[in-house]
């Protein structure tokens, strides 16, 4: 009995908790079905843990991708660059487009910073590279690999939400015009439809040059446009399920 006490006693101790992190990506990734997120946490673990957080190269995430794919889902993807807040805005009150933040792995790390330390096997949340401190940084790979794979699913007509208020809608060093543009293939993306969220002060809009950029860099076999959409207009059908999706803009 004496010894069983021991044991268990020792089991207890030793046995880690479970981090706050862990919980969280746990909890999150429960709300999609079909998904083993035990496995999905252990393909993500072994992306970073025990690596320098500043050594975590983009391909570390491809056993990630593998236990959590994405699935196409033609005629409904949303890309976005600098409209965060409005595309999510937006898709959070209308099921009409799927965005990065809507898919298991996407909305599991939405918000989160995570990395690995040489010598340890747990996951750190304080302390970690920031998005521009190094170039093979943990929280940017794994961004940089998802969005890579997710525009590689990307089919049928895609929409993209840029931002009229900022110098540069189609900023080149973006993930979108560097990572995801790239990967729309014309046997898979017919029409590549950008919207052009204006707002009150807005400084461009579907003439500025750097979309004649994006319409020249895009596959041919893609067809392209643009259209000035403002702010409220898309709210607006964000809060009006009347709206059909095709009838917002
Ligand atoms: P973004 P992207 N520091 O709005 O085209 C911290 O510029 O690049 O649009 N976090 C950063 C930084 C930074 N300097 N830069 C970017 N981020 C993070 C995935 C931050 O979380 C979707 F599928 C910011 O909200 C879109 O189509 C996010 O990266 C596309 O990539 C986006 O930065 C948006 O990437």
Redesign the pocket.
Known sequence: IVIVIIAVVLGLTLRQNKSEFESTFLSRCEKFDQYDCKKVWDAFQQAYVNKDPCKVPVEAYDPLIAAAPFKPQCNRMM??????DVVHGFTEKRDCFV???DTLLGSVLDGLTWCGKEGSKDTFTNGCP???DCENNTVRSF?IRA?AA??DVACGNVT?MLNGSINTPF?PT????S??VPRFIASRVKNLNVVMVIQKNNISNCTDPSLKNLRQSIDTGITFSCKDVSESQIQECGSKPEIACGACW
């Open positions: 890309f976005w660059s600098k409209t965060k965005t990065l933040e920031g998005w521009s961004w969005s997710f525009a993209a900023n973006s993930i979108f015009a990572v995801e």
